[in-house]
C-alpha cells in the first residue's frame, strides 16, 4: 500500500501541474482579447475625433460661405446708398449695412475662433494617431509573446500528461475512482498527516487511525474530510531508500 500512496502523492502533484497550467493557458487568450478591446476602444474614440473634426472643417467652410454672402450684401448695400432717392430710403439702406456689417465682423470672430479649435483637434488627432499606432505595436509585441507562451504551455502541458497517465496506469482501477471522486469533491485528495494532523482540514486524527497510517498497510481516509492520508514520514522515508539505492561514488585508489 506505501507503493500505491507514493504514486497517488505523484498523481497529485501531476494533476496540480497541469491544473496550474490549464489555468494559465485559459488566461492568456483573455489577456490577450483585453489588450486588443483596449485598442478596438481607442480606435473607435479616434474615429469619432476624425468625425469631429470633419464635422467642424464643414461647418467652418458654411461659416466661410455666409461671409461671402453677406460681403456681397454690404457691396449691394453701397450700391443702393448711391442710388437712393430721399431721406427715408437712405436711412434704410444705411440700416441695413450697419447690421450686415455687424453680421460680417460677428462671423470673422466665429469663423477665427473655428479656425483655432480646428488647429487645436488637428494636432491631438496627430498625437491620438502616434498613441494609436504605439498601442498597435506594443499589442503586436504582446501577441507574439502570448502566443510563442501558449505553444510552450501546450507542449509542457502535454508532456505532463504522458508522465501522469503513466503514473495513473500503475495505480489499481478501484483507487483511481476514489482518487477522482475525492479530487472531484475536495479538490486535493491525498494529504499528508503531521503531528496527528490532517493538513487538509486541520482535524485531529484518532490515535488508532495514527498507528494505521505508520504502517502504511491499508488505504486510510480522513474521517473529517473524507480525502486520502498517509503520515508526513512516508516520503521520507521513502526519499531515504531511494538514497540508499542509488549507486555510490567510485572510491579513490592509491
Known amino acids: 500500500m506505501k507503493a500505491t500512496l507514493l504514486l497517488l502523492e505523484e498523481l497529485q502533484r501531476h494533476d496540480?501541474?497541469?491544473?496550474?497550467?490549464?489555468?494559465?493557458?485559459?488566461?492568456?487568450?483573455e489577456k490577450l482579447a483585453v489588450l486588443k478591446r483596449d485598442v478596438g476602444r481607442m480606435e473607435e474614440l479616434l474615429g469619432a475625433e476624425r468625425r469631429g473634426l470633419v464635422e467642424a472643417e464643414t461647418y467652418r467652410r458654411s461659416r466661410e460661405l455666409d461671409l461671402k454672402?453677406?460681403?456681397?450684401?454690404?457691396?449691394?448695400?453701397?450700391?443702393?446708398?448711391?442710388q437712393v432717392k430721399n431721406a427715408r430710403e437712405y436711412m434704410a439702406a444705411q440700416r441695413e449695412t450697419e447690421v450686415t456689417r455687424r453680421l460680417i465682423s460677428e462671423r470673422e470672430e466665429e469663423i477665427i475662433k473655428l479656425i483655432d479649435a480646428i488647429e487645436a483637434?488637428?494636432?491631438?488627432?496627430?498625437?491620438?494617431?502616434?498613441?494609436?499606432?504605439?498601442?498597435?505595436a506594443h499589442v503586436?509585441?504582446?501577441?507574439?509573446?502570448?502566443?510563442?507562451?501558449?505553444?510552450?504551455?501546450?507542449?509542457?502541458?502535454?508532456g505532463e500528461r504522458v508522465h501522469r497517465n503513466v503514473v495513473a496506469a500503475r495505480v489499481p482501477d478501484n483507487v483511481m475512482k476514489r482518487y477522482g471522486a475525492i479530487k472531484l469533491r475536495?479538490?486535493?485528495?491525498?494529504v499528508a498527516v503531521k503531528g496527528g494532523t490532517c493538513q487538509g482540514c486541520h482535524m485531529a486524527?484518532?490515535?488508532?487511525?495514527?498507528?494505521?497510517?505508520q504502517r502504511s498497510t491499508s488505504l486510510e481516509t480522513c474521517p473529517t474530510c473524507n480525502r486520502i492520508i498517509y503520515s508526513d514520514s512516508l516520503l521520507t522515508e521513502s526519499a531515504l531508500e531511494r538514497g540508499e539505492r542509488e549507486p555510490s561514488g567510485p572510491t579513490a585508489t592509491e
Open 16 to 29: 496540480a501541474r497541469l491544473l496550474e497550467l490549464d489555468t494559465e493557458l485559459a488566461a492568456l487568450p
Open 69 to 82: 454672402s453677406d460681403e456681397a450684401n454690404v457691396a449691394k448695400a453701397k450700391t443702393k446708398l448711391q
Open 121 to 136: 483637434s488637428r494636432k491631438s488627432l496627430a498625437t491620438h494617431t502616434d498613441d494609436l499606432a504605439a498601442l498597435h
Open 140 to 158: 503586436a509585441g504582446d501577441e507574439k509573446e502570448i502566443l510563442a507562451r501558449l505553444d510552450e504551455l501546450r507542449a509542457i502541458a502535454d
Open 186 to 190: 475536495r479538490g486535493l485528495a491525498v
Open 205 to 213: 486524527i484518532p490515535p488508532q487511525l495514527r498507528i494505521s497510517l
